[in-house]
């Protein structure tokens, strides 16, 4: 296993929760990478991506102010702070690693995939 996501959960609306994804340094050296949900009946959608050296974020307009994305490369781990979490946030995150060291927000651009977590936000 290459990428590993956890930290999912039931939560309440507003509530917080992390998500962690372990990686590799095979994987993840010099690599931007994101994190991607899908909801039931829905496609995979972009929500949040970080370059290699953590210089350069961006967002998906439906998380930004309340999602944060950050890495620890020294430790080989990606994060995905949620805050104000709503219903709609409820999907199942993967975390992915991208071809190259910049964010990408384009499922196309990521060649490596975790198993997802699931994120349940209750009204």
């Known amino acids: 296993v290459q990428l590993q996501a956890s930290g999912g959960g039931s939560v309440q609306a507003g509530g917080p929760l992390r998500l962690s994804c372990t990686t590799s340094r095979r994987t993840s050296r010099n690599n931007g990478m994101g994190w991607f949900r899908q909801a039931p009946g829905k496609e995979r959608e972009f929500v949040a991506s970080?370059?290699?050296?953590?210089?350069?974020?961006v967002y998906a307009d439906s998380v930004k102010g309340r999602f944060t994305i950050s890495r620890d490369n020294a430790k080989d781990m990606l994060y995905l702070q949620m805050n104000s979490l709503k219903p709609e946030d409820t999907a199942v995150y993967y975390c992915?690693?991208?071809?190259?060291?910049?964010?990408?927000?384009?499922?196309?651009?990521?060649?490596?995939w975790g198993q997802g977590t699931l994120v349940t936000v209750s009204s």
């Open positions: 970080i370059s290699w050296r953590g210089e350069n974020t």
């Open positions: 992915a690693t991208a071809r190259s060291s910049y964010s990408s927000t384009r499922m196309d651009q990521y060649v490596y």
